[in-house]
């Protein structure tokens, strides 16, 4: 047997001994159990306070619990503004699917960098951490400064104020996902760094042993593993861009206006015919983010990292 099939025989044995189940064993009941009782109190209060505000919301949205007036059931808040919902609709969701993918291509990418310990791995893993603590409303103002038609890039570049590409403002939203994409790539970029520094890596270096490429291990090894992990970090930035308010009303266009913006102008309207509306706004929004989490959750199911 000549050394490279050696080295082969030993690579798909150390495989074979080191594959385990990334999710674990399931525990004993008893440990279920404890486990449960720990997070209780956690998750009763995110219970009480989540599902009394829903439950507020589509009371209000539904008539059942008028600012004034006697409580009765009826759809108007639906129906009342049916071209604004549907644009608002369009765009919230359109924003925030773009803003995810670039954020899960950018992300995913940044975390391959970091766990590749190379010179530039350190300074890209301090922008993400640093990155992340910035509140996104200070970011917002930064991406405005930044790239609106008399901020600081056109100015850098000698770009006349007519010139330059409605960013802020514009009919793209291409501030709002520039800033969306920005951030939420930084959390991806963590936590993908998380998944990729567990046993993963051991795989990795496996399928080199085995002669596989960098493409290859890539697409057969690193992202089935960690799709898991990328599949829940999308599903967290698009619920996050989907209701994000101060970013997409500082970088925005005026009309029309996302579900949130929508939804806040509502709730402050002098009349008070209008708070219906807005919690009719607020509980599409919620069916929305709802439909994301559960179609994850049944992407997840069909995956065999997470099963």
């Known amino acids: 047997m000549g050394a490279r099939a050696r080295r082969r025989l030993a690579a798909e044995r150390a495989l074979a001994v080191t594959w385990v189940p990334v999710a674990g064993r399931a525990g004993t009941a008893r440990e279920r159990v404890r486990g449960a009782l720990f997070v209780l109190p956690a998750v009763a ?92 409303l200070i970011a917002a103002a930064t991406i405005g400064l930044l790239l609106s038609d008399a901020g600081v890039l056109p100015r850098l570049l000698g770009i006349p104020s007519e010139s330059w590409a409605p960013w802020v403002g514009g009919p793209l939203w291409g501030a709002a996902i520039a800033e969306l994409a920005w951030k939420e790539s930084a959390f991806l970029a963590l936590i993908v760094t998380g998944t990729l520094a567990t046993r993963i890596r051991t795989y990795d270096e496996t399928a080199a042993l085995l002669g596989a490429g960098r493409a290859r291990r890539f697409r057969h090894v690193l992202l089935p593993l960690t799709a898991p992990t990328i599949l829940i970090g999308a599903a967290i930035s698009f619920v996050y861009a989907l209701g994000s308010y101060e ?20 709730f402050q309207g002098v009349s008070l015919d209008s708070r219906p509306e807005a919690a009719a706004v607020a509980l599409v929004t919620c069916v929305i983010a709802l439909a994301a989490v559960a179609g994850t959750f049944a992407a997840l199911r069909r995956s065999a990292a997470w099963r």
């Open 247 to 266: 970013v997409l009303w500082l970088l925005g266009r005026t009309s029309p206006e996302p579900l949130p913006v929508l939804g806040v102008r509502l």
């Open 45 to 136: 209060l995110a219970v009480f306070v989540l599902g009394g505000g829903i439950g507020a919301t589509v009371l209000q949205a539904f008539g059942l619990l008028p600012v004034v007036g006697r409580p009765r059931f009826g759809i108007e808040a639906f129906t009342a503004r049916p071209g604004e919902i549907a644009a608002a609709i369009a765009v919230s969701v359109s924003v925030a699917a773009v803003a995810t993918v670039i954020a899960v291509v950018v992300g995913t990418t940044a975390a391959m960098v970091i766990v590749s310990h190379r010179r530039s791995s350190r300074i890209v893993e301090a922008l993400s951490a640093l990155t992340v603590t910035i509140p996104h």
